[in-house]
């Protein structure tokens, strides 16, 4: 799991943000955003689909992790980079994971929070 949260970030920055969570998202993911309402299944898609990345790269890297007993649902966190033109920002998240039929991982909700408090 945490090597899918690895994965889902260096896609992120292959083939754009925009792509990359429309590939790990589950079908009826949910995604909290600042100053936002949950955002779930078909409105998540709909929203990440009408995003324009073009500008930025967003990639990060998992702190930490925990799993199931089961190893079929679990979670991982830790802090986000996000390059828009010459800003940077940069920000802690969670990511609530579920393991798929085909053994792969796929995000049931993505949290993140900007500021790292450093």
């Keep these: 799991m ?5 994965d889902f970030s260096n896609r992120s ?8 969570f429309l590939e790990y998202m589950d079908e009826e993911g949910v995604m909290l ?9 078909a ?3 709909d929203l990440i689909s009408s995003l324009n990345d073009s500008s930025l ?18 979670y991982t966190y830790g802090v986000y980079t996000m390059q828009m033109g ?4 940069k920000g802690t998240y969670v990511t609530i994971w ?10 049931l909700l993505d949290s993140g929070n900007e500021g790292t408090g450093e």
Excluded: C
């Design 13 to 20: 920055k292959e083939v754009g943000m925009k792509k990359a």
């Design 86 to 89: 010459d800003s940077t920002y």
């Design 98 to 107: 579920q393991k798929q039929e085909d053994g792969s991982w796929k995000f």
């Design 43 to 45: 409105a998540a898609v």
């Design 2 to 6: 945490q090597q899918a949260d690895i």
């Design 33 to 41: 955003r600042p100053q936002r309402m949950p955002i779930a299944g």
């Design 57 to 74: 790269v967003l990639t990060w890297h998992p702190v930490g992790a925990n799993m199931s007993k089961a190893a079929d649902i679990g």
